[in-house]
């Protein structure tokens, strides 16, 4: 009786070609779960909104009572306190209190935020510990509220991230599902704290998907549309920063944007190196890194003596430099004050984002670079460099681009705005291996990469790498014989692992393997088996016409190493074969595109 490739017996009926089926091959492999993925990331969307809300009034809560000794959850900043020199000891006791909860809590409180994310996107199949989206919140509170030189985006990124993760994490999905959640919740945190929905969902993408598939992109648009709807009656409209509108820019000024990003990047570049020297110093302490917060926190004190404005979130002064009111030696002294605390305090192993600080180192040598810009525009400048800064620093230029915008609603610098951040990714790309994010992991023994391509087994078909030249042998030969030409080297016989078999019309019979041949040979009837008696006739086949990915799938679902490629009109004929080599060989067809140079 023979034996079709679904192992079912053939009939005189089923001889027949089969119809050729439609075609299933689509520009996406997202299905309807996109759907219940929406569904929940709206659920989503509103926890992180609410998360951000309470975030920001425990800031203000600490802030108020930290500096001002009362109790207000109105906002407030450091620089207005009247504790004199006082005012060292404060950032000091909220580290102490921020190494105590990182040692009996969760150390992954520590630092700012996102690299944390990162880790458990890609190394923890997506799950956050309840704990670390208590703890992480309350942490960078605490240490925003004291004083620390840092933002509120790295750690609502990270709480964010971990209530979605704990959400999914209640019901029945796979690790790339709760990776879609995670990062809606962190685009939707960030879009509560900063009215940046376009931003946030770029932000996902460039940093925390690793891919672009409509499957992940649609929820996590959706979490952060509805965290921008629930922001208005919890935190007001934006934009947060809003400034006159400029005019269009000129070619001219297009140019010293190019020239602005430049100098920023190079500037990002010192940042990160300055970040981990600190970190690097900090770790040949003889003292448990517990403490470490706490000595940087000496430094803190000392430098919002020397310059107020370096405490805090600096929202304030953000707003300043954008409306060009901050100038000459006042720029200076900000930005290298500001610069050397942050590095300091992030070096220490303290809770806190990078955002904030970023847009003000970047703001404040981008004004000061306007004296040398005819026209003399510092919040222009300060703009732009708040953007090249961003985008060079964490690598993530569409991001930071469109992150200006919508913190200033000012549309006409868009270009400039995307030559400044190109260019600050370009310097910093070729100067430094790992951003300020990455850097982190690579300390853990993790490097990511983090470049989107397709995989050449997408763009590849079966019948691009198949094996054509395909030899058979009859279903009814003996397995001796067969075992005896493969001992003489039959060089048809032995290239592949596999060897097709046919019945006496020709037709697919099945496949053995040279694992099939040693298992069965040591039987004691091995001498009148044959190979139909030893081989597998229940065939899994690809065919011609299906992406190599499809193939290389089932390959792994099956756990077999290779596949008979079949007629779809008559699955019984095979037309060649699928091994290990010819799929490795589309990866090697990509390199040749990658690195062979050529004159054509």
Known sequence: MNVNTTGLPLTETNHRPAALPKDRLADFSTDRRVLLLSAMAIVVGIISSFVAYVLLWLIAVITNLAFYQRFSSLPAVPQGHHLGYWVVIVPGIGALIIGLMARFGSEKIRGHGIPEALEAILLGRSKIQPKVAILKPISAAISIGTGGPFGAEGPIIMTGGAFGSIFAQRFHLSAAERKTLLVA??????????????????????????????????????????????????????????????????????????????????????????VYACEDLFKKLPLHWMWWPAIGAVFIGVGGIIEPRVLGVGYDTIHALLQGEMIGAAIAGLMIAKALVWAIALGSGTSGGVLAPLLIMGGALGAFLAQWIPGHDAGLWATIGMAAMMGGTMRAPLTAMIFAVELTYDFHLLPALLIGSVTALGVTVLLMRRSILTEKLARRGQHITCEYSIDPFELARVQDVMDKDI??????????????????????????????????????????????????????????????????TDLIVTYPDEPLHAALTKMLREDVGRLPVVDRHNPTRAIGYLGRAAILSARMKWHDEEHVREKV
């Open 185 to 274: 919740g962190a685009a939707a945190g960030m879009t509560a704290v900063f009215s940046t929905p376009v931003a946030a969902v770029l932000l996902a993408v460039e940093l925390l998907l690793f891919e672009w598939k409509p499957r992940s992109f649609i929820p996590v648009a959706v979490a952060a549309i509805v965290a921008s709807v629930l922001r208005i009656p919890l935190l007001g409209a934006g934009p947060i920063f809003p400034v006159t509108s400029h005019p269009v820019l000129s070619g001219e000024q297009l140019l010293f944007a190019a020239g602005v990003g430049l100098v920023v990047g190079l500037g990002s570049g010192l940042l990160t190196t300055a």
């Open 471 to 536: 030899p058979t042998i009859p279903a009814t030969m003996k397995l001796a014989e067969l075992s005896d030409r493969l001992a003489r080297g039959d060089a048809a016989l032995t290239r592949r692992q596999g060897i097709l078999f046919v019945d006496d019309q020709h037709q697919l019979k099945g496949i053995i393997t040279r694992g099939d041949i040693i298992r069965t040979l040591g039987k004691s009837e091995a001498e009148t088996l044959t190979v139909a008696d030893a081989g597998s």
